[in-house]
């Protein structure tokens, strides 16, 4: 039998002190908490370790958001069920060419759906680290009608590499999030890299620590695609 080529693609922004992910919203601080230098005095010689300290928000770098980060009856990081984030299938939806911000029903209608992640590829992730990326009225975005078709469909996860999945420009609702997570579909956000991986054929990574009380946290997404 011949082998089957593996490929490993990173589909997360890597979280650097001070970045910023969502316009008004924290970078992370990243001090050390024990040297290497001060470690030495607590071992024997030529032995030493580092140990670091992280501050930030739960919604930095590339995210996953829980029921939880939505509703406070919804399960959170440690309630979720790893089939929905590990070795899931994928449908990756290009939209890329896209003249409309607004990504609809008629985006999606002709992707088979049931059962996978749902990767809405825009490549609004070439503006990392930019004020464009920032710029929520120009970023792309699922609308009411876009969420409540994926949810029919029987989408397990539904990501995107957009400011954030809802439209966030102003103060209005936010309708994919209450609609995905409301259904228990949890949702990726700040996703980079999808221009790398196929229509179908790949399966999505996305596990987060099982952190009780917490609905939202960074996650090292990435791919595997065999052929």
Sequence with gaps: MAERNRTLVELNHPITAGMTT??????????????????????EEGTEFSIGRIEM??????YLDTPNHRYPDGFDLAGLDLAKVADVPTTV????????????PESLAAHAIGGTAVLLRT??????GTDAY???????????????????AGAVLVGIDSVNIDNAAGVGPRPAHTTLLGAGIPILEHLTGLEQLPATGARLHAVPPRIHGFGTFPTRAYAIIES
């Design 134 to 152: 920032l710029a929520t009225a120009d970023a792309p975005y699922l609308t009411a009608e876009g969420a409540r078709f994926l949810v029919e």
């Design 22 to 43: 969502y316009p008004g919203m924290p970078g992370p601080v990243i001090t050390p908490y024990l040297t290497r230098e001060d470690s030495r005095s607590h071992y």
């Design 57 to 62: 928000i739960a919604n930095t770098g590339t």
């Design 123 to 128: 490549d609004w992730s070439r503006h990392w």
């Design 93 to 104: 939806i290009d939209l890329s060419g896209a003249a409309n911000r607004a990504i609809g």
